[in-house]
């Protein structure tokens, strides 16, 4: 018992003094948190991203456009952590933000579930958390900024439904692959739930055999490709479609198609329209991928960030949406949370030069890298 009360006495003297720390760093008398309750006044936000492996957006684009619209928001660079794909390692960057005087938190959880502690942490400091790409399951959030995810599901699905014929004619099957992305990230099941809305009739209708349906921990590029290899060996190398979930996977599986020369005669599709997605359509390995101008989201959330530090309405930029969370949430489920929604769009090879060369998401220079002249009536 004494032990304990020593324990806790301890505790209490570090956290007095760590709040004594936090108040020194801070201009004026009063520490920034207790400026900034509930954002109002805040300057100093925290970005908390997930990983940079499994996808090249977070790294290329959501940093610099975060930090760039933050900093201009609030007159502050923001703090900036990735966690690596690691839930604990973000659990650890969010307190050491709130301890140094984060006010306003923007996470992308590294997992849905286990980052409700982290909004739980934060609203104790009476500090919002706008959930960023990816929901948090937790009905103490106060915003959440995405894509309509389960469309961007039905993109892919449709591209399928839209484009098999001549796959399962020429591969003589009509065998499918479904490679998902991480079941720890909410966005996984909604590209699931999206793709299947668009494939079920199909697989129902025996028109298109699902053989082969995983989710992908981590997202790990390198294990889809295991996947792949491993529903080509279970079937013969016969397979016509392959449902991938997004570009730096669907860049795998191709690795393992060319492994048995049916790179370019699989339906693959992908998300994210990175470079090397846009260039895999240009080659003719990938059929489509999903574009997500990461620049609306990012500015989408540098507004609400801004709307809570000047404590103004934040209903005109979330338009009376709300996004429920799912009853994989627990106690969460079912809570709305006021959301930002932006629209994805599916690019193929009719369309890369109107989408994402248009809005320079992507350059010439980088998706014609090594490509003969001509390529696509694109590459110079
Ligand atoms: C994002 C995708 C990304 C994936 C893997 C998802 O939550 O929405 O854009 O490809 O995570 O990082």
Redesign the pocket.
């Known amino acids: 018992m004494f032990t304990m009360m020593a324990g806790i006495l301890v505790f209490s003297l570090l956290l007095v003094a760590c709040g004594g720390t936090s108040t020194s760093t801070t201009t004026g008398t009063t520490p920034t948190t207790a400026a900034a309750t509930n954002g109002k006044g805040c300057k100093q936000a925290g970005i908390l991203l997930p990983?940079t492996a499994?996808?090249e957006?977070?790294d290329k684009k959501d940093r610099p456009l975060l930090i760039a619209d933050i900093t201009k928001a609030l007159g502050t660079a923001p703090f900036y952590n990735n966690a690596q794909g690691s839930a604990t390692t973000q659990q650890t960057q969010a307190q050491a933000d709130l301890a140094n005087g984060a006010c306003i938190l923007v996470l992308a959880p590294a997992d849905s579930v286990s980052a409700a502690a982290i909004v739980a942490a934060a609203k104790a400091k009476g500090v919002p958390v706008i959930a960023y790409?990816?929901l948090v399951y937790s009905a103490d959030l106060n915003y959440y900024v995405s894509f309509d995810?389960t469309k961007v599901g039905q993109l892919q699905g449709q591209y399928i439904a839209d484009h098999y014929k001549s796959f399962v004619t020429a591969n003589g099957t009509n065998n499918t692959v479904m490679i998902n992305?991480a079941s720890t990230?909410n966005?996984?099941l909604l590209f699931n739930a999206g793709a299947l809305s668009a494939l079920n009739p199909l697989f129902t209708a025996g028109t298109l055999k699902k053989v082969y349906e995983k989710f992908t921990p981590g997202?790990d590029n390198a294990t889809a490709q295991t996947e792949m290899q491993g529903a080509l060996v279970a079937n013969g190398n016969k397979v016509a479609v392959a449902y991938v979930a997004?570009d730096?996977m669907a860049n795998n599986v191709i690795a393992a198609l060319k492994a048995v020369q049916l790179n370019g005669k699989v339906l693959v599709t992908g998300?994210?329209a990175t470079a090397a997605g846009i260039q895999n359509i240009l080659k003719g390995y990938q059929a489509m991928t999903v574009y997500?101008a990461i620049t609306k989201e990012a500015q989408a959330t540098a507004d609400l960030v801004a709307a809570l530090s000047n404590g103004t309405d934040t209903s005109s930029l979330t338009a009376g949406n709300t996004t429920t969370i799912p009853s994989g949430g627990g106690a969460a489920a079912g809570a709305k949370i006021a959301s930002v929604l932006e629209t994805p769009v599916t690019v193929d090879k009719t369309n890369i030069q109107s989408t994402v060369l248009a809005d320079n998401y992507v350059t010439v220079a980088q998706i014609c890298a090594g490509l003969p002249s001509g390529t696509g009536g694109i590459c110079p």
Request: charged content about 40%; cysteine-free; proline content about 0%.
């Open positions: 990983e499994t996808s957006r977070w790409d990816r995810n992305g990230d966005n996984a997202w997004n730096g998300q994210d997500k």
